[in-house]
């Protein structure tokens, strides 16, 4: 045997060793996708910063995530070290709507490892019951203002929504199912927030009619904490969805009561209702039915519907629990072009609208506002909350905790890392188990940073934060203050003053200590809104 020879075997016996090795580790979905050939993708990742500073893009030139946003995300969710070193390389006299974030000279000092007050989970309680103004029977509390967007089991692949279900176990926040029903992967542990969207999956007759007695099986048969009825979403406003016929299995078929062979569109609007008032109606038949909170998911376009819904909520007995305000921005649904580049406005715009509204008809503190549509970074999340956001949905972000590396090719079904698709081939490289533990990695990091970003505007929790604590950089302007730019009153975003008083004792309260104030028992609902009447 020639050297030449010995070289070639031992070379060969490597590569073997390594595609055995890449084919049963479970800790990356691309190598286990593609044994060797995935090596090249972190190899050229760890070079890219050289790379790219001599030959290609920086690190926030790509979209719809910059390199430096997903580089913060996949650290977060591994835990690992998600500093950047040299300071900014934002030109930030050259940025257009840059957020600023106006610290305060006497911040609240975050809690280290060894003071009484220190979470290592760094939980975000709500500062709103969810369902309390309207006394659902089952109204809570959320013990985590960030919480996992509507994403369906059919659009994602099982592990993908598994793995995400075992992230919101993890880390005590809700999943919200999307509409296409909930699977077996949505129960490894953690609550949902059911979806129904127009096709009524999962609830629906023979002839796809909504029926309220499958409904109440289910919420009574899984861990459904809220209802979200989605009249519209951020990636196709005004557009129903569409499940190709490729990616439908008999699981999903039999899940979501559809037919196989066959591509699953949804209507763009609902048969159960046309108006704001037969709306309404709808939302307190199934609040009565189930006792849950029940809500309302849209992107914004015209504001006449929203001018309606708040009027009525104020003249009327009736009302929506929540509101989730989806931005045109938004987008893990596949879209034509047009709608996700000009249909539904940006969220800090459209939202700001619909608050206006529920402020105008004195109506903003009966409701949880919810915000979705990128707002999984520290900043952007803090600004919503300062707009009068009471919750934040992710969605995108969660995708890239678990695996995904932004190729675009969620509308294919060949996404490699095995999130957006049904390939099997291209689903076995996703391990659930490992990537539910980098979810909630993802989400407790978030909420870490956005306690404190509060503290250091010298607040105590990130609802207390208003938009005086903010301003925007615009190239060739001065910078103007966020209250300006948006036609706001500071203080208008805040919870009411009682929400205000119980959440600040909240998070002065060490955690294992704050299960009497998280009870939604422990509040008496009245006309005004919510008033503490016990502290202990």
Same mark, same amino acid.
């Given at each position: 045997?020639t050297?030449l020879?010995g070289?070639?075997?031992?070379v060969?016996?490597?590569?073997?060793?390594?595609?055995i090795y890449?084919?049963?580790?479970r800790?990356?979905a691309?190598l286990?996708n593609?044994?060797i050939?995935?090596h090249?993708?972190?190899?050229l990742?760890?070079i890219?910063?050289e790379l790219?500073?001599y030959?290609?893009?920086?690190?926030?030139?790509?979209?719809p995530?910059s390199?430096a946003?997903?580089?913060?995300?996949?650290?977060s969710s591994?835990?690992?070290n998600?500093y950047?070193?040299?300071?900014t390389?934002?030109?930030?006299?050259?940025?257009?709507?840059?957020?600023i974030?106006?610290?305060?000279?006497f911040?609240?000092?975050?809690?280290n490892?060894?003071?009484?007050?220190?979470?290592s989970e760094?939980?975000l309680p709500?500062?709103?019951?969810?369902g309390?103004?309207?006394?659902r029977r089952?109204?809570?509390?959320p013990?985590?203002?960030?919480?996992?967007s509507?994403m369906?089991?059919?659009?994602?692949s099982?592990?993908?929504?598994?793995a995400?279900?075992?992230?919101?176990a993890?880390a005590g926040?809700?999943?919200?199912t999307?509409?296409?029903?909930?699977?077996p992967?949505h129960?490894a542990g953690?609550?949902?927030?059911?979806q129904?969207?127009t096709?009524?999956?999962?609830c629906?007759?023979?002839?796809?009619?909504?029926?309220?007695?499958?409904?109440?099986?289910?919420?009574?048969?899984?861990?459904?904490?809220?209802?979200?009825i989605?009249?519209?979403?951020?990636?196709?406003?005004g557009v129903?969805?569409?499940l190709p016929?490729s990616?439908?299995?008999?699981? @999903? /078929?039999?899940?979501? +009561?559809i %037919?196989m #062979?066959?591509?699953?569109a949804?209507?763009?609007g609902?048969?159960e209702?046309h108006d704001?008032?037969?709306?309404?109606?709808?939302v307190?038949? @199934? /609040?009565?039915a189930? +006792?849950? %909170?029940? #809500?309302i998911?849209s992107?914004?376009?015209?504001t006449r519907?929203?001018t309606?819904?708040?009027l009525?909520?104020?003249n009327?007995a009736?009302?929506v629990?929540f509101?989730t305000?989806?931005?045109?921005?938004?987008?893990?649904?596949?879209?034509?072009?047009?709608f996700?580049?000009?249909?539904?406005?940006?969220?800090?715009?459209?939202?700001?609208r619909?608050?206006?509204?529920f402020?105008?008809a004195?109506?903003?503190h009966?409701v949880?506002?919810?915000g979705?549509?990128?707002l999984?970074?520290p900043?952007?999340?803090?600004f919503a909350?300062?707009l009068?956001?009471d919750?934040?949905?992710?969605?995108?972000?969660?995708?890239?905790?678990?695996?995904?590396?932004?190729?675009q090719?969620?509308?294919?079904g060949?996404?490699p890392a095995g999130?957006?698709?049904?390939n099997?081939w291209l689903?076995r490289g996703?391990?659930?188990t490992?990537?539910?533990?980098?979810?909630a990695?993802?989400i407790?990091?978030l909420r870490?940073?956005?306690?404190r970003l509060?503290h250091?505007?010298?607040?105590?929790?990130?609802a207390?934060?208003?938009?005086d604590h903010?301003e925007?950089?615009n190239?060739g302007?001065p910078s103007?203050?966020?209250?300006e730019?948006?036609?706001?009153?500071?203080?208008w975003?805040?919870p009411?003053?009682a929400?205000q008083?119980?959440?600040?004792?909240?998070?002065?309260?060490?955690?294992k200590?704050?299960?009497?104030l998280?009870d939604a028992?422990?509040?008496?609902?009245t006309?005004?809104?919510?008033?503490?009447?016990?502290?202990?």
């Open positions: 045997m050297w020879t070289s070639l075997l031992v060969g016996l490597g590569l073997v060793c390594m595609v890449d084919l049963t580790q800790k990356h691309i286990r593609f044994p050939v995935g090249f993708r972190y190899w990742e760890a890219g910063p790219r500073q030959i290609v893009t920086s690190d926030n030139e790509e979209r995530f390199r946003q997903r580089r913060w995300v996949y650290a591994k835990r690992e998600n950047f070193g040299f300071g390389d934002n030109d930030l006299e050259l940025a257009s709507n840059h957020l974030v106006k610290h305060s000279a911040p609240v000092n975050t809690p490892p060894t003071d009484p007050l220190y979470d760094f939980q709500c500062a709103k019951i969810l309390g103004y309207r006394q089952h109204a809570f509390r013990t985590s203002l960030i919480n996992i509507g369906s089991y059919g659009s994602l099982g592990r993908a929504v598994e995400l279900n075992r992230g919101a993890l926040c809700l999943q919200n999307g509409e296409g029903g909930v699977s992967y129960l953690g609550d949902l927030m059911l129904l969207g096709a009524y999956f999962g629906r007759d023979a002839h796809g009619r909504f029926e309220l007695s499958k409904l109440k099986d289910i919420c009574a048969a899984y861990p459904i904490r809220a209802i979200e989605k009249l519209s979403q951020g990636a196709k406003p129903g969805g569409l016929a990616k439908i299995t008999k699981e @999903i /078929a039999a899940i979501r +009561g %037919p #062979g066959k591509d699953c949804s209507p763009s609902h048969q209702f704001v008032d037969s709306m309404l109606d709808f307190e038949r @199934i /609040a009565d189930t +006792g849950l %909170p029940v #809500g998911k992107a914004v376009g015209e519907f929203w309606e819904l708040a009525q909520m104020a009327t009736r009302g629990d509101v305000v989806d931005g045109g921005e938004g987008g893990t649904g596949a879209a034509p072009l047009v996700a580049d000009h249909v539904a406005l940006p969220f800090k715009i459209g939202f700001a619909v608050y206006h509204e402020i105008d004195g109506v903003h009966h949880v506002f919810n979705s549509g990128k999984g970074f900043e952007n999340s803090l909350l300062a009068g956001c919750m934040i949905s992710v969605a995108r972000e969660a995708m890239l905790s678990i695996g995904c590396i932004q190729a090719r969620c509308h294919t060949h996404c999130v957006a698709t049904q099997a689903m996703l391990d659930p490992s990537k539910g533990v980098r979810a990695n993802y407790v990091t870490k940073d956005l306690m509060s250091s505007c010298g607040v105590w929790h990130p207390l934060v208003t938009l903010f925007l950089l190239v302007s103007k203050p966020a209250t730019v948006f036609d706001q009153r500071a203080d975003g805040l009411s003053p929400d008083q119980v959440i600040r004792t909240i998070m002065q309260t060490p955690y200590e704050r299960g009497p998280m028992k422990s509040i008496k609902q006309s005004l809104g919510s008033d503490l009447i016990s502290m202990n």
